[in-house]
């Protein structure tokens, strides 16, 4: 069965940042850290679907939605990320994961969506390995109370995003700049998937897959140069994270001045790869890489993408590029490479209702088209997707932009909370009974 579904993350949309014993995040101190978020904005209320959850499946089952991808609230489950569950954060998502059955919608829950807990982050977040087994403990006690559930589990929600704007170049929370000096994130987040993967397993999930953003890397131009620092762009943002857990091994790191990871222990990557049943891709656009001067710390730079739209984000609008990268996935990993899951796909644009309420987001109804059309045509070349995610359903808190990009196929009235369903989620209706 090919899934249809949204996707949202608990930072973006929840809100109730202290409500019924919920611990702090990263995100909820970073966001309250002047001049880190645009215009001073943070996920305090966002969304409020903490409160309005029932508005929402509401939504999703009249999108005649297969499938919901939401993500957990760690310090919501666990204050301080270890220790005994706070159970009125589980019983939360206990509720609205049995709504969505009752709808005939499958759960797809993601453990892990950047919101780690601050009391872990104050011991070094994931830095320290002992976040990773933390993980897997939180990982248990989830999957003990939802696993006769939830269809689809997911472990890490962009590992590398994390790995690249927390803790290297201080974009997102924690906002450490590390550069090179932050891989001990990417290892130790990939060990904790690892470690989930068998605790969730343990604990009689079903599906169990990771998402990574992926890119198709392109040179700014046929230069020896530009050629070996989109290589090392290749090399850091999408087989870091791809190969560890699709063969077992971390591709060859010289080309960005790595000749070890010393953080890598005996029989870790034995851990990293235990099997999967999907592999979670989420694609916005390829990517443009120029070689970097000496001083710049890496040793490439993006350039920009030329030629093509682009949304109100500024990011090109290249629906062939996920064509492109599903079946180099498929070429480069072959039998490795387990069914494929979009899990995420969407565009921003200033949706402002009209007079009549109604939200003509004209654009985004091309680009989904464009991209589903993409998605058939990798299928075509024998991609095995089994599911596509549209991000998002809501309009919500875009990390460091705050609320001034708007994802959703949703309208969401931040001052009121009011939904209104957009042209782009009617357009979605219909394809979805159609298909």
């Not at 590992?159 to 170049?169: D, E, N, S, W």
């Not at 694609?283 to 890496?298: F, Q």
Request: contains cysteine.
């Amino acid at each position: 069965m090919f899934l249809w579904g949204t996707a949202t993350a608990s930072y973006q949309i929840e809100g109730a940042a202290t409500a019924d014993g919920k611990g702090p995040s990263i995100w909820d101190t970073f966001s309250h850290q002047p001049g880190r978020i645009k215009d001073g904005q943070t996920g305090d209320l966002a969304c409020d679907h903490y409160h309005r959850w029932t508005e929402d499946v509401a939504l999703l089952a009249d999108l005649g939605a297969d499938s919901y991808r939401f993500s957990l609230s760690w310090p919501r489950i666990q204050p301080d990320g270890r220790g005994a569950v706070n159970r009125a954060g589980l019983d939360f998502y206990d509720r609205l994961v049995d709504a969505l059955c009752e709808c005939g919608i499958v759960p797809a829950a993601t453990l892990f969506h950047w919101d780690l807990p601050q009391a872990l982050e104050d011991e070094g977040g994931w830095l320290n390995r002992n976040t990773s087994g933390y993980f897997a403990e939180y990982a248990a006690k989830v999957a003990d109370r939802l696993s006769d559930r939830v269809g689809l589990w997911i472990t890490l929600n962009e590992p590398f995003v994390h790995m690249a704007y927390g803790y290297a170049l201080g974009l997102h929370a924690p906002g450490r700049t590390l550069l090179i000096d932050a891989l001990p994130a990417a290892h130790h987040q990939l060990l904790g998937h690892g470690l989930a993967v068998q605790a969730l397993r343990a604990h009689g999930a079903g599906q169990v897959l990771i998402t990574n953003n992926c890119t198709p890397v392109r040179p700014a131009s046929d230069s020896p140069a530009d050629l070996a620092a989109a290589g090392a762009y290749d090399t850091l943002h999408n087989r870091l994270f791809n190969d560890p857990v699709l063969t077992g091994s971390y591709p060859d790191m010289s080309g960005l001045g790595v000749s070890s990871m010393p953080f890598v222990l005996d029989g870790d990557l034995d851990v990293i790869a235990a099997p999967l049943d999907g592999l979670g891709v989420n694609y916005y656009n390829p990517t443009l890489i120029a070689a970097a001067g000496p001083a710049a710390g890496l040793p490439f730079e993006a350039a920009e993408l030329t030629g093509h739209p682009r949304t109100g984000f500024g990011w090109p609008v290249v629906p062939d590029g996920l064509r492109e990268l599903l079946v180099s996935l498929k070429e480069g990993y072959g039998e490795k490479l387990p069914p494929i899951y979009v899990t995420e796909n969407g565009c921003s644009y200033p949706d402002v209702p009209g007079a009549d309420g109604v939200v003509e987001d004209l654009d985004r109804i091309d680009y989904l088209d464009a991209h589903i059309q993409a998605v058939d045509a990798a299928m075509a070349q024998g991609v095995d997707v089994r599911g596509y995610y549209v991000w998002s359903l809501l309009d919500n808190f875009e990390w460091a932009e705050g609320f001034t990009q708007r994802f959703g196929l949703v309208h969401v009235d931040f001052a009121s909370g009011r939904r209104t369903p957009k042209a782009s989620y009617h357009w979605l209706k219909r394809h979805i009974a159609g298909r």
